[in-house]
């Protein structure tokens, strides 16, 4: 199988049978977003859904989160993995996102990687959602279930996975190709145990054709 027919078979069954996908956190708003992106950082979108509402309802603005300290902010997150750099990150992302942007998120993926606490996954994730970017984030999912499938090879960095998959999906899929493979990633090709007999992509999978053989041997 080539590369372009493995993705070709990935692409249209995920085209066909998820084809409306969205992000699993909650928001309201670009800021609400920001913010939760920055807290699913190692933790799961189900922790910060139900640690956002009173955080949101306590800090509805940039504005306001940026009057608050760290302590303050960490008051309402201290069930979130990080607790202390995430509220540290968020106090200054605040303050940054207020002093410099007038409290609007940019929607330049280079802009928002200056915000405290905003690398290049969360900036894109941000880009992609909001402003429908053709990026390509790149969490533990996406790099795990590429490098299964076999729509990446020797990927060493989310960076490097991140570049090999632009390179060969559609970039106007880009954005909803993220969600595919996340979403993949969290329900179907699961870290310890992939449910590979539930899996519709398997045809084209390089992971399961591999073990599939071996088991024939």
């Not at 992000?23 to 910060?48: H, M």
Request: charged share 25%; with cysteine; glycine share 4%.
């Amino acid at each position: 199988m080539t590369i372009k027919e493995r993705y070709e078979g990935v692409l249209d069954w995920f085209a066909e049978n998820m084809p409306e996908v969205e992000t699993e956190l909650n928001y309201s708003s670009p800021y609400e977003l920001l913010v939760a992106v920055i807290l699913s950082a190692q933790c799961t979108d189900k922790r910060v859904n139900l640690t956002t509402p009173a955080l949101f309802e306590r800090f509805p603005t940039p504005q306001a989160m940026a009057e608050a300290t760290a302590d303050e902010i960490y008051a309402y997150i201290r069930s979130i993995s990080y607790p202390n750099n995430k509220a540290k990150n968020l106090a200054a992302m605040a303050r940054m996102l207020v002093s410099e942007f007038g409290g609007v998120v940019p929607d330049d993926i280079d802009e928002l990687q200056r915000l405290p606490g905003v690398g290049r996954k969360t900036a894109n994730v941000v880009g992609a959602v909001i402003y429908n970017k053709f990026v390509m984030p790149v969490d533990t999912h996406v790099f795990r279930v590429a490098a299964r499938i076999g729509l990446s090879w020797r990927a060493r960095t989310p960076l490097q996975t991140e570049q090999q998959l632009t390179a060969h999906i559609p970039a106007e899929l880009l954005p909803k190709a993220h969600h595919w493979l996340i979403l993949h990633g969290r329900y179907v090709c699961t870290a310890r145990k992939p449910h590979c007999n539930e899996c519709g992509i398997r045809p084209w999978c390089r992971e399961f054709a591999r073990t599939t053989n071996a088991e024939k041997e």
